[in-house]
C-alpha cells in the first residue's frame, strides 16, 4: 500500500515538474516555437514521460493554461483578509494582483500568447468563468459592504472593478520592455513599483469615493 502511495506521489511530482519547465519553454517560444527535447532536458524526466502523461505538445501546452488560472486564484483565496474594513480589504486584493503579476512574468506571457492566438487553447481546456467566480463575489461584497456603511459612493460593477486594477498590474509586466524603450522608463524597478502600486490604489479608491456625476 504504502508503494503505491510512493509510486502516485512521485508521478505527481513528476508531473508538476514537467509542467512547471513547460510554463518557461511556451512562455518564451509560444506553442510553435517551444520544443519537447527542451522541456525534458530541464526535467527530471525523459521526452517519453512527457509524451505518457500528456499525449503530446499541445496537450501539455493545454495543461499547462489549466495550471496557470486556478493557481492565480487558489494563491489570492488564501489572503487572509478579517476584520478589514471594505477599503483595506479591496487594497490587500490590489497588492496581492500587483505582486503576483510583477512575481510571474511567465504567467503574463502565458496569457498574452493566448490572446495573440485568439484564446483557441483556452477555450478547449477547463478553465471557464467558473474560476473567477469567487473573486468576483468577494469584489461584490465589498462593494455592497462600502455602500452600506456609506463609503463607497459609485455604482461599479465586479467585473469592471476587476478589469480596473488587474489591466494596470497587468500592462505593467507585459509592456515594460516596449515602455522602456519608448518612454525611458523602468516599470518593474522597485522604486517605480513602490510608486504605481499606492497610484493604481489611489486612483481606485478615489473612483469608489467619489459622488456619481
Same mark, same amino acid.
Given at each position: ?64 493554461? @489549466? ?5 492565480? *486564484?487558489?494563491?489570492? %483565496? #488564501?489572503?487572509?483578509?478579517? +476584520?478589514? &474594513? /471594505? !477599503? ?49 463575489? @468577494? ?5 455592497? *459592504?462600502?455602500?452600506? %456603511? #456609506?463609503?463607497?459612493?459609485? +455604482?461599479? &460593477? /465586479? !467585473? ?54
Amino acid at each position: 500500500m504504502s508503494g503505491d502511495i510512493t509510486t502516485s506521489r512521485d508521478a505527481d511530482q513528476t508531473r508538476q515538474n514537467i509542467l512547471e519547465v513547460a510554463l518557461k519553454e511556451f512562455s518564451e517560444y509560444g506553442l510553435t516555437g517551444a520544443r519537447v527535447d527542451r522541456i525534458a532536458k530541464g526535467t527530471r524526466t525523459t521526452k517519453g514521460m512527457i509524451y505518457y502523461h500528456f499525449g503530446d505538445k499541445d496537450g501539455l501546452y493545454k495543461a499547462v493554461l @489549466e495550471e496557470i488560472y486556478p493557481k492565480l *486564484r487558489k494563491s489570492e %483565496e #488564501k489572503l487572509d483578509k478579517s +476584520n478589514l &474594513s /471594505p !477599503i483595506e480589504e479591496l487594497e490587500k486584493i490590489i497588492d496581492f494582483t500587483f505582486e503576483y503579476h510583477k512575481n510571474n512574468e511567465n504567467f503574463v506571457r502565458m496569457v498574452m500568447i493566448e490572446n495573440i492566438n485568439n484564446g483557441e487553447t483556452l477555450r478547449k481546456t477547463d478553465v471557464d468563468t467558473g474560476v473567477s467566480q469567487n473573486i468576483l463575489m @468577494e469584489l461584490s461584497s465589498i462593494l455592497i *459592504r462600502g455602500q452600506k %456603511e #456609506k463609503v463607497f459612493n459609485r +455604482n461599479i &460593477s /465586479p !467585473i469592471d472593478l476587476h478589469l480596473l486594477y488587474t489591466s494596470f498590474c497587468f500592462y505593467r509586466v507585459s509592456n515594460h520592455h516596449t515602455v522602456s524603450t519608448v518612454l525611458g522608463m523602468n516599470m518593474l524597478s522597485s522604486s517605480n513599483s513602490i510608486r504605481h502600486k499606492r497610484l493604481v490604489k489611489d486612483v481606485i479608491i478615489a473612483y469608489l469615493l467619489s459622488s456619481e456625476p
